[in-house]
């Protein structure tokens, strides 16, 4: 049976129960009391969702204060302590799960299946994070010259801030948050105002497991630059992770060179997909379309410049063209829906455009191509075949539905315009032959490599970018160290009979 469609719009719209669900978590969350507020609204209908505190400048540093004095007694608790706090929460966010997939759903606009998934990755990094507190590094080693032992420890950096984007509301959140309370910092959370929804839910989830009070702090603005400005530099900051453009990483580098902060930045991408002619077809297709499609396109490590070996090419964009066609595009709460809306109606109008401009310069539209009319922020699944490099869509990062293919002939021509680009975050390599999988693997100037998979992304791995995708690394056991500092001590020996 084919999802209900709504009047005015070609798209499928929410299931009955499910809105009715969602409303119902919307309707239970505790948020904040403010003097201004900043509204929150379901991208698929434009409609109201919620109202989260505008808080100022003067509010944002008695968030500072307010974590700084509750880290001190965090810090001084034992690992295992803080390890049992964030198993705790791990399992009410798996208890949980259902309510946060929803409310995702309805804040961000992906299919209720993705907010599902984001949960379980989510949640993860709570459970692993869980599992690193209590390995918080150090080790003993003899001096080479004799006559003394150095002992190296690890200590938390102290309070951080957390400033997150709005494309995975949760899973954003919790791996920033669950490192600094392993490593022991207490924090400062900024959300997007986009979608903020899921944080507020997560940190409530997180105080009901043990977490104190007035440790995590979330922080909601419609002024981001004045909230960076006034809590990069106060002193008692002394680390900021950051998610989101690489313009405004480049502003918090800034901010953060004067209080001489640890910074962490995950930042644009750029990433090349390639294509070889001995791929296995059908998963080339596959991981194409999961690397390019997942969140619909709005993901930093989204498959940005497919390329495509020419023996493959036509039957691997005739397969893509297939899958993208078959799509279901509607509200993320409808059934059997394959991709959400875009985030607002800028992101819509960019899409049309960088459409236009690479049709105007001779690519070719195989799947898609338009915006769909009607309530929402829609954009059809959609392929380009034969985008040149004059193309605005082969120099940008596209953050969308639109799947852009360039054909090539060598393995040498692949890697030399796969790097060419000040971006280095991720790359997807298919292929059958295990030696050019790593081989080219290792010549891309990229922090993570998908071998023959579309969705490479792990709490077990440390995910980051190089070049200007970014600085420091998420997840894994290198996730923790960027909320720790490392101390040495020389302890002097002598000789005794």
């Known amino acids: 049976m084919s999802p209900e469609l709504t009047a005015e719009s070609s798209v499928p719209i929410a299931d009955p129960q499910r809105a009715a669900a969602a409303d119902a978590v919307v309707a239970a969350l505790t948020l904040p009391k403010s003097a201004r507020n900043a509204d929150v609204f379901n991208p698929a209908t434009g409609d109201f969702v919620a109202a989260v505190p505008d808080i100022d400048v003067d509010g944002a540093l008695r968030a500072v204060a307010e974590a700084d004095a509750a880290g001190r007694e965090w810090a001084a608790r034992t690992p295992r302590e803080r390890a049992d706090v964030l198993r705790r929460w791990y399992d009410l966010l798996v208890e949980h799960a259902d309510q946060l997939a929803l409310l995702i759903t309805r804040e961000m606009g992906k299919p209720l299946a993705e907010s599902r998934a984001e949960v379980t990755y989510g949640s993860d990094f709570v459970r692993w994070y869980a599992e690193e507190a209590v390995r918080p590094g150090g080790n003993v080693r003899d001096l080479p010259t004799g006559g003394g032992t150095l002992l190296t420890r690890r200590a938390p950096v102290g309070l951080s801030v957390l400033i997150t984007p709005w494309n995975f509301p949760l899973a954003m959140a919790t791996r920033k948050i669950a490192p600094a309370l392993a490593a022991g910092c207490p924090a400062v959370i900024k959300p997007a105002t986009l979608t903020p929804l899921a944080t507020f839910f997560a940190v409530d989830l997180a105080r009901r497991a043990g977490v104190p009070d007035e440790l995590v702090q979330v922080v909601t603005t419609t002024d981001a630059s004045a909230f960076s400005e006034a809590v990069l530099t106060d002193a008692r900051v002394r680390k900021v992770s950051f998610t989101g453009s690489t313009g405004v990483g480049k502003v918090l580098l800034r901010l953060a060179a004067d209080n001489v902060l640890r910074s962490s930045m995950e930042l644009g991408g750029d990433a090349p997909l390639i294509v070889f002619d001995d791929a296995d077809l059908e998963r080339a297709v596959n991981g194409a379309f999961a690397a390019k499609m997942r969140n619909g396109g709005q993901s930093c490590i989204a498959a940005n410049r497919i390329f495509v070996q020419e023996g493959i090419a036509e039957a691997f964009v005739e397969g893509l063209a297939e899958k993208l066609a078959a799509a279901r595009v509607g509200d993320g709460l409808a059934n059997d829906v394959?991709?959400?809306?875009?985030?607002?109606?800028?992101?819509?109008?960019?899409?049309?455009?960088?459409?236009?401009?690479?049709?105007?310069?001779?690519?070719?539209?195989?799947?898609?191509?338009?915006?769909?009319?009607?309530?929402?922020?829609?954009?059809?699944?959609?392929?380009?075949?034969?985008?040149?490099?004059?193309?605005?869509?082969?120099?940008?990062?596209?953050?969308?539905?639109?799947?852009?293919?360039?054909?090539?002939?060598?393995?040498?021509?692949?890697?030399?315009?796969?790097?060419?680009?000040?971006?280095?975050l991720a790359g997807y390599v298919f292929t059958e032959n295990l030696d050019r999988a790593l081989n080219v693997a290792d010549a891309l100037h990229t922090g993570l490599v998908g071998i023959n998979q579309g969705v490479p992304s792990s709490a077990a791995a440390p995910f980051g970018g190089m070049k200007h995708s970014g600085m420091g690394r998420e997840g894994s056991a290198e996730g923790l160290e960027e909320y720790q500092e490392t101390r040495f001590y020389n302890v002097a020996r002598r000789a005794t009979e």
Do not use: C
């Open 338 to 424: 394959d991709l959400g809306p875009l985030i607002d109606d800028r992101a819509v109008a960019n899409m049309q455009k960088l459409v236009d401009d690479a049709v105007g310069n001779g690519a070719t539209v195989r799947a898609g191509g338009k915006a769909i009319e009607g309530r929402g922020h829609f954009f059809e699944a959609t392929l380009l075949d034969h985008v040149p490099v004059t193309a605005e869509i082969a120099n940008t990062e596209i953050f969308g539905p639109i799947a852009a293919v360039q054909r090539f002939t060598t393995q040498a021509e692949a890697i030399a315009r796969a790097n060419d680009t000040v971006y280095g």
